[in-house]
């Protein structure tokens, strides 16, 4: 998706600046925004376009469902914060089971910046009024738990331990985060939180 944004960007507009790191989504945005906000609906076009056709071969990860029951059943409120498009979310969390179990869903559509600006937290901690006082005695109310360096970034700068699910270790070490738990399997979440001390 980003090499296809980049290169209709730089078509446009001609080269972007060379470096190490591939152009991310949010930078192609921000850049575009800053230079040729002309071009930002053709740019989503095209990422929109990619996460149809993503849709169509979306599969559940394994234990994914077990994970958002078991933090149901521990007391937590669930939130689903994705990069993605609002409509494309929600049809694949219709999809498979799990739209009736999340209490919050926030998109792309719903934020000011993309991960990993911490903006989606704002919007959660909005939505779950309750958030703040719901953490167990001696343990984080919260947790934001995801498979990239973008989610840890995101859960530091907005002050939530990060739960990494089969992130790279590479990654996670260059982006200097530091996770609170390690999964690799997401249904080892329910007992992690169920591990967690009890309500005083």
């Known amino acids: ?20 790191d591939r152009y991310r989504v949010g930078e192609l945005i921000a850049l575009c925004q800053q230079q040729s906000p002309d071009l930002e609906a053709n740019l989503w076009s095209i990422a929109l376009d990619h996460e149809w056709r993503a ?12 994970a958002v029951r078991g933090a149901r059943a521990a007391g937590f409120q669930t939130a689903l914060w994705t990069n993605n498009a609002r409509d494309i979310t929600l049809q694949a969390l219709a999809r498979f ?10 998109t792309r559509d719903d934020m000011r910046q993309l991960k990993p600006d911490p903006d989606g937290w704002r919007v959660i901690a909005e939505r779950i009024t309750a958030l703040a006082g719901t953490g167990r005695n001696g343990a984080p109310h919260a947790f934001v ?7 840890g970034v995101a859960a530091q700068a907005a002050g939530v331990p990060f739960i990494a699910y089969r992130t790279k270790p590479e990654d996670l070490e260059r982006w200097r985060v530091t996770p ?14 169920a591990s967690l001390p009890e309500p005083a």
């Open 1 to 20: 998706m980003a090499l296809d944004m980049r290169g209709y960007l730089e078509a446009q507009r001609g080269p972007l600046p060379s470096r190490p």
């Open 55 to 66: 849709l169509a071969a979306a599969t559940l990860e394994p234990g994914a469902m077990d």
């Open 145 to 151: 738990i995801g498979d990239s360096w973008v989610d």
């Open 97 to 106: 089971g799990l739209d009736a179990l999340l209490d919050v869903t926030v």
């Open 180 to 193: 609170f738990a390690q999964l690799t399997h997401l249904g080892e979440l329910p007992a992690l939180l």
